[in-house]
C-alpha cells in the first residue's frame, strides 16, 4: 500500500500548480522576477541616496523614492481603468512587466548618459510603478482563468511565497552587490528580470484575445464600484485596509523601541525583521494546505491571530519570548494575502476579476503608508513600546469586530443564500 511519502510529491496540494501545462512555464519568470524586486527592495533606497545634493542627504530623499516606486500604481488603477479592463490576465501582468523593464532600464542609461538627477529617478521609478497594481491583478487573474477554485489558494500561496523568499534573499544579496558595483547596476539587473518575465508571458502562455465586448466603455472606477455594491467584497476589503494601516506604525516604532526602550544595535533589529521574515515563509508554505478551510472565517482569524501574536513586542516581554512571537506573528501574517485573494477569485468574475483586484490593490498599496505616517507623531506621544501595544490590541479588536459582524450576518441568510452556501462548501 503507497504511503504519504510515496504519493508525494503529487499528494501536494501545489502539484497542479507547478504540473499545470501553461503555469510551470511562468512560475520560473516569475521567481526570477521576484528575486529582482528583492533586490530593488535595497537599490533603490542607496541610489537615491547616492543621487542626493550634497548636504541634503535626508530621510526625505529616500522617502520619496520609496513612495515613487510604490504610490502611483494607486493612481494607474483609475487612469488606466477604462484601457486595461476586460484584457486577461497574462496580457495585464505582461504589460506591466514591460513597463517595469523598460523604465527601470532607462535609470542606468540615464547614468550612462551623465543626466540621472534625483528628480528624473524619482519620475522613472514613479513611471515603472504605474501599473503595478494591473500586473499583480494580472497574475492572480491568471491563476482564476487556469486553475479550477479548488486550486486557486494554493497557487495563491505559492506566489506570495515565491514573493517572501526573495524579500529574504534579494536584500543581503543587493548588499553583496552593491559593494561590487554601483547600485544603479542592481537596478539594472531588476530590469533585465522584468524583461524576462515579459518574454514569459508573451511566449509561454497563448494569445488570449482582446477586450470583451461587454466590457467595452466601461468606467474607469468600474472596479470600486464593484466593491462597493458587494457587501463580502467591501467588508473583505475594509478589513483589509485597517488590518495593513494599523499594522504601519510598527515600521516606526520598531526600530525606536529597540534602541530607545532595549538600547540595542541595529543588529537585533534586523534580527527581528528576519525573523519575521523567516515566518511569513513558512506562513507562506501552509497557506497552501489550508484549501478545505473556510476562507473568510481564516482570512478573519488570521488578524485575530496576528494580533495577539503582536501582543508580547507591546508588552514588554524579554528577548526570548517576543523574538519568537515576532517570527510566529509572520507565519499568521503570510496566509493573508493568499486567503483574501481567494475570496474575491470565488465572489467575483473572472470578466470582473482584473479590475476589482486592481481597484483592492489600489486602496492597499496606501495603507501601510498611511499607518506609517501616523506611526511618527503616535510613538512621539506616547512612546514606541505603548504604539506596539496599541497597534496588537487594535489588530486583534478589528478582527473580533469582523468576526462579530460576519457571523450576525450569516445567522441572518436564508439557507439558499449564494453566499452562505459557498462558506459551507469551502469547509
Not at 68 to 89: C, E, I, N
Amino acid at each position: 500500500m503507497p504511503t504519504d511519502t510515496a504519493r508525494f510529491p503529487r499528494s501536494s496540494p501545489y502539484w497542479p500548480v507547478v504540473s499545470h501545462p501553461q503555469l510551470r512555464r511562468v512560475l520560473p519568470g516569475l521567481a526570477v522576477s521576484a528575486l529582482g524586486d528583492g533586490l530593488a527592495v535595497v537599490a533603490v533606497t542607496w541610489l537615491a541616496i547616492q543621487l542626493a545634493p550634497h548636504g541634503q542627504r535626508g530621510n526625505w530623499i529616500v522617502a520619496l523614492a520609496i513612495a515613487a516606486y510604490t504610490l502611483p500604481s494607486a493612481a494607474g488603477t483609475v487612469v488606466f481603468g477604462r484601457l486595461l479592463r476586460g484584457r486577461s490576465g497574462a496580457q495585464l501582468a505582461g504589460w506591466d512587466a514591460i513597463l517595469r523593464a523598460s523604465a527601470l532600464g532607462a535609470i542606468p542609461l540615464a547614468h550612462l548618459a551623465g543626466v540621472l538627477t534625483v528628480w528624473l529617478y524619482v519620475f522613472l521609478l514613479a513611471a515603472s510603478a504605474l501599473l503595478h497594481s494591473w500586473g499583480a491583478a494580472g497574475r492572480f487573474t491568471l491563476i482564476a482563468e487556469l486553475l479550477p477554485p479548488q486550486h486557486h489558494l494554493p497557487a495563491n500561496a505559492l506566489l506570495t511565497t515565491i514573493a517572501a523568499f526573495a524579500t529574504i534573499v534579494g536584500p543581503p544579496l543587493a548588499g553583496i552587490l552593491i559593494g561590487w558595483v554601483s547600485p544603479v547596476w542592481v537596478i539594472a539587473v531588476d530590469a533585465v528580470t522584468f524583461a524576462a518575465l515579459a518574454l514569459t508571458y508573451r511566449f509561454a502562455l497563448p494569445d488570449a484575445g482582446g477586450v470583451h465586448r461587454a466590457e467595452r466603455g466601461a468606467s474607469r472606477t468600474a472596479g470600486f464600484a464593484v466593491i462597493r455594491h458587494d457587501p463580502t467584497l467591501l467588508g473583505l476589503l475594509v478589513l483589509s485596509l485597517g488590518f495593513f494601516f494599523l499594522f504601519g506604525p510598527v515600521y516606526v516604532a520598531m526600530p525606536i523601541h529597540i534602541t530607545g526602550d532595549l538600547h540595542a544595535s541595529a543588529t537585533l533589529l534586523g534580527v527581528y525583521y528576519t525573523a519575521f521574515g523567516l515566518g511569513g515563509l513558512v506562513g507562506g508554505v501552509i497557506a497552501g494546505h489550508l484549501r478545505n478551510w473556510p476562507l473568510r472565517a481564516t482570512t478573519i482569524g488570521i488578524v485575530v491571530g496576528f494580533g495577539v501574536a503582536m501582543l508580547p513586542l507591546g508588552l514588554g516581554a524579554p528577548v526570548n519570548l517576543s523574538l519568537p512571537a515576532f517570527a510566529l506573528a509572520g507565519v499568521i501574517w503570510a496566509p493573508y494575502r493568499s486567503t483574501s485573494v481567494a475570496l474575491f477569485q470565488r465572489s467575483t468574475s473572472t470578466a470582473q476579476l482584473p479590475t476589482v483586484l486592481a481597484a483592492n490593490g489600489a486602496v492597499l498599496v496606501v495603507a501601510v503608508p498611511l499607518g506609517t505616517m501616523l506611526g511618527g507623531p503616535l510613538v512621539g506621544v506616547i512612546g514606541a513600546r505603548p504604539t506596539l501595544l496599541l497597534c496588537a490590541v487594535a489588530i486583534a479588536a478589528l478582527g473580533l469586530v469582523a468576526g462579530g459582524i460576519a457571523i450576525s450576518r450569516r445567522g441572518g441568510r436564508s439557507p439558499g443564500d449564494p453566499i452562505g452556501t459557498e462558506i459551507s462548501a469551502s469547509r
